[in-house]
Structures are given as C-alpha cells and as structure tokens.
Nanobody, 118 residues
Framework: QVQLVESGGGLVQAGGSLRLSCAAS????????MGWYRQAPGNQRELVAT???????NYADSVKGRFTVSRDNAKNTVYLQMDSLKPEDTAVYYC????????????WGQGTQVTVSS
C-alpha cells in the first residue's frame, strides 16, 4: 500500500516562503504523476500543482508564479516551494500519486498544516 508522508508546514508571515516535502514509499515513484492539494476549513480539497513522471508541471491559477513543484526520483520525494505566501494560502496541504495504469489518484497522506498570518 502506498505511503505518503508530508512535512515542512508551519506558521509564516505573509510574503514569506515555505518548502513542503512529500516522501513516498511502496510505489515505483519514478513512473507516478504526483500532485499537491490543499484544503482550507469549510472548503473542498483543491488541486494546487502537479508534476508528471516526465517532469511536466501544472499549477492552479491562484498559485502560478508563486509556487514551484519539483521531484527527486532518487529520493522518492516531491517538493512544493511556496513563495510570496498569502493568508489565503492557509490550508492543510496533501500530496498524492497517480498510477499510469489506473489513471486515478490514490491514497492520501496525513497532510501538513500551512498557516500564513497577515
């Protein structure tokens, strides 16, 4: 069963930066598309950024130009560099993996809390 462990969240002032990490195990990481999602209180979980197995990236309009997703296949880890943070970025951030065989996003990690103060 896939195991995803997010880390790197915390409290930061508006305009600051954080780098989230998601360590994956029990999967063939290099062939998986990876994604970062977030969920703020009272809101649905939303897609923030994705990176394909080949390194292609996509971002939600709300984070374009501020967030950067990357991956290190040797470490089975995907990262989310978050710059110019805004209070509206406050949420629990989750990573997920998508198998090329099923085409579906799989099991969620436990998430990491990001809080941006104004």
């Amino acid at each position: 069963q896939v195991q995803l462990v997010e880390s790197g969240g915390g409290l930061v002032q508006a305009g600051g930066s954080l780098r989230l990490s998601c360590a994956a195990s029990r999967i063939i990481f290099s062939i998986m598309d990876m994604g970062w999602y977030r969920q703020a209180p009272g809101n649905q979980r939303e897609l923030v950024a994705t990176i394909s197995s080949g390194g292609s990236t996509n971002y939600a309009d709300s984070v374009k130009g501020r967030f950067t997703v990357s991956r290190d296949n040797a470490k089975n880890t995907v990262y989310l560099q978050m710059d110019s943070l805004k209070p509206e970025d406050t949420a629990v951030y989750y990573c997920n993996s998508k198998s090329p065989y099923s085409g579906k996003w799989g099991q969620w990690g436990q998430g990491t809390q990001v809080t941006v103060s104004s």
